[in-house]
């Protein structure tokens, strides 16, 4: 799934996705495979325009993010999974203004999703996780000032 996203073959990222869904069905998450197969899925679904399809997807993947046995990946992935929904969320904001209260609510649960990670975590390095936290801070402001 991840060589379809980058070579920006969506379709056969949902196609694979669907899949691997059926497999995975009612199984643990303890290494966070299953969530990222939802997470990549959601991604397909937003880059082809099915904002509603990929929200849904995401709060699948961080349903099965809290069975992630390392605490570092269970926050990061989680934290991943909201930044992705607050996105989501940001398209959406020109044509609902309900929309507009979930980008900040789902990009500060990014960012406190993103705070958890150890900074001596050996699984998520504490570059990573301040990538992540100030990736977060940017989309926040760019959405408080109106940009893309």
């Known amino acids: 799934m991840r060589?379809?996203?980058?070579?920006?073959?969506?379709?056969?990222?949902?196609?694979?996705?669907?899949?691997l869904k059926?497999?995975?069905?009612?199984?643990?998450?303890?290494?966070?495979?299953?969530s990222?197969?939802?997470?990549?899925?959601?991604?397909?679904l937003g880059y082809l325009g099915f904002g509603d399809a990929s929200l849904k997807d995401l709060k699948i993947a961080l349903k099965?993010?809290?069975?992630?046995?390392d605490k570092n990946i269970q926050a990061y992935n989680s934290s991943q999974f909201y930044h992705e929904m607050g996105l989501q969320y940001?398209?959406?904001r020109f044509e609902n203004k309900n929309a507009r209260d979930s980008v900040v609510y789902t990009y500060t649960k990014s960012i406190e999703f993103a705070k958890?990670?150890?900074?001596?975590?050996?699984s998520v390095t504490k570059d990573v996780k301040y990538d992540q936290i100030g990736f977060n801070y940017m989309r926040m402001g760019m959405f408080y000032i109106g940009g893309e």
Do not use: C, F, P
Request: proline residues 0%.
């Open 3 to 19: 060589l379809y996203l980058g070579e920006g073959k969506n379709n056969d990222v949902i196609k694979l996705g669907d899949e």
């Open 22 to 34: 059926k497999v995975a069905k009612n199984e643990k998450d303890t290494d966070g495979y299953i």
């Open 36 to 44: 990222s197969i939802y997470n990549r899925n959601a991604l397909a």
């Open 64 to 69: 099965y993010a809290k069975d992630i046995e």
């Open 90 to 92: 940001d398209l959406k």
């Open 116 to 122: 958890q990670i150890s900074d001596n975590s050996k």
